[in-house]
């Protein structure tokens, strides 16, 4: 069965840094998501994207975030300049209309 | 912003008994809902869904109940396996695909032989 996969598992970064979150989506897919869980918190929506643009955000996804989709199968999540609270689970999520969204397995990003 | 809540963090119910997991949603606008399961290191899987013009769906040893007047439903696991032990999630959409999930906080469910 087609997964979605991403890269790295684990991602360590000093404050401040620029860290970039890699997902290949499954490749019939139309939409794709970031969510993010903090340790102990519900999974949150960061953003969707759509036909190359972003087609909905939240609140948490402000001008530190970015996304991409730099090619025909990968999917970023750039965040510019880390702060300790972006320390969370990552996950990448993808589907299609009348389609329920299919998950990878996630990045652990640990901000020091 | 709590659209979705699951009340409570953790279920333990004996291997071949019924398990049943609650989900509550304030957001009428919502037209569709699922359940995850996830297990630790691992993303969410996708479990089973319901439409709003449903009222139950059955997939195997899953069926999802909705109450839309009383902004509810249920999972009931039937009968419960030592491999279902996980975190399951609640998440409602407006639509069926193409539409960002509201999840709940997941209700850590575990068998016990």
């Known amino acids: 069965e087609p997964e979605v996969t991403q890269t790295p598992s684990h991602q360590v970064t000093q404050m401040g840094q620029e860290v970039i979150l890699r997902c290949v989506p499954i490749?019939?897919?139309?939409?794709f998501y970031w969510y993010r869980q903090i340790l102990g918190q519900k999974v949150e929506f960061l953003v969707s994207f759509y036909n190359n643009e972003i087609s909905e955000k939240s609140e948490i996804f402000d001008d530190q975030f970015s996304v991409e989709r730099p090619d025909g199968s990968n999917f970023t999540l750039k965040i510019r300049s880390t702060k300790l609270e972006d320390s969370a689970m990552y996950f990448c999520a993808s589907d299609r209309v009348a389609q329920p969204q299919h998950f990878g397995d996630g990045t652990r990003l640990s901000i020091l | 912003d709590q659209q979705v809540k699951q009340n409570s963090p953790s279920l333990s119910v004996q291997e071949g008994r019924i398990s049943i997991l609650n989900c509550d949603y304030t957001?009428?606008?919502?037209?569709?809902f699922l359940w995850y399961k996830k297990y630790p290191a691992e993303g969410p899987t996708f479990l089973i869904s319901i439409s709003s013009i449903k009222d139950k769906n059955e997939d195997g040893r899953f069926t999802v109940f909705l109450n839309k007047s009383a902004k509810h439903l249920s999972l009931h696991i039937v009968p419960s396996q030592p491999g279902d032990s996980a975190v399951y999630f609640c998440?409602?959409?407006?639509?069926?695909?193409?539409?960002?999930?509201?999840f709940g906080q997941g209700t850590r469910l575990t068998i016990n032989p």
């Open positions: 490749s019939n897919h139309l939409y």
């Open positions: 998440a409602a959409s407006g639509v069926q695909g193409a539409q960002k999930l509201v």
């Open positions: 957001n009428s606008m919502f037209d569709y």
